[in-house]
């Protein structure tokens, strides 16, 4: 029966989304298979979670438009998600979701569950807010370096502080659901972490491109927004930001058990 209300829930939600443009057509189709498996598995909690970084994620992603004009292009997707930005992101939750229906007694689900959300929560708040910092980002390999704003791998201290705000808003449910307490610095810390593992990827092995029309470094591929063919530069070729955002999470879950 859960799995019906789940499977309606997310379906609307998916709905909605598609209607404002958050989600392209095959994005809302993986966000109402992720929302289904997770609602209808996990139940209000494992649901509450998705749903915080769902609405955050989408809504600081229309925020502050104005400040991010022109940085669009740098970033290789648009403000509509499409399946593989929704499974990059949900992906490695569903599958915890999952094994949490084998393992129903056991905490170990829920803690990744958390960590992997609260990760991809922190990277994206860190994206999002990050453009704010009154000064350009600096280089996460080389703390000396400045770059140009939305550079995958530049870091700042209002990108810091928005990533670690991002990690707690989902280690904070995390804790007080299970009313366990240690959760709260436990899911925090494992978020962060993930989040300044995904810039370590994107200032070093993710794939980056070059257009040459506008002599830009991007993550777009094979289409510049201008129409140009991007020129590979730099990175493995397979590690799209989609694969580096799954990484993000996988890094935060495994910060987790390490700590536990
Ligand atoms: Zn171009």
Not at 19 to 25: C, G, T, V, Y
Not at 129 to 145: A, E, F, Q, S
Not at 196 to 221: I, N, R
Not at 227 to 238: A, L, M, P
Request: hydrophobic fraction near 50%; charged fraction near 15%; glycine fraction near 10%.
């Amino acid at each position: 029966m859960q799995i019906l209300y789940g499977l309606v829930l997310a379906v609307i939600v998916a709905y909605l989304a598609y209607r404002a443009h958050s989600l392209d057509k095959s994005g809302a189709f993986a966000a109402a298979f992720v929302g289904t498996t997770i609602f209808g598995i996990g139940g209000w909690q494992w649901a509450t979670l998705l749903l915080i970084f769902f609405i955050t994620s989408s809504g600081l992603s229309r925020a502050f438009k104005k400040r991010k004009q022109g940085l669009s292009e740098k970033f290789s997707k648009g403000h509509e998600r499409d399946a593989g930005q929704v499974f990059g992101n949900g992906g490695l939750a569903t599958i915890f979701a999952t094994i949490h229906a084998f393992y129903p007694e056991s905490i170990i689900p829920w803690i990744g569950f958390a960590a992997s959300l609260a990760a991809v929560n922190a990277d994206t708040w860190a994206t999002e807010l990050g453009v704010l910092n009154p000064t350009p980002p600096r280089m996460i390999t080389d703390l000396k370096k400045r770059v140009e704003k939305g550079t995958s791998g530049g870091v700042s201290l209002w990108g810091t502080f928005a990533s670690l705000l991002g990690a707690s808003i989902i280690a904070l449910p995390a804790a007080l659901f299970t009313d366990n307490g240690l959760l709260f610095p436990l899911i925090t810390f494992a978020g962060l972490a993930g989040s300044l593992f995904d810039s370590l990827l994107g200032a070093t092995v993710q794939a980056m491109y070059y257009c040459p029309t506008d002599q830009k470094e991007t993550e777009k591929h094979p289409f510049h927004t201008c129409g140009t063919e991007t020129v590979h530069i730099r990175g493995w070729e397979w590690l799209n930001n989609d694969w580096v955002n799954f990484a993000c999470g996988a890094f935060g879950a495994v910060i987790a058990f390490l700590i536990i």
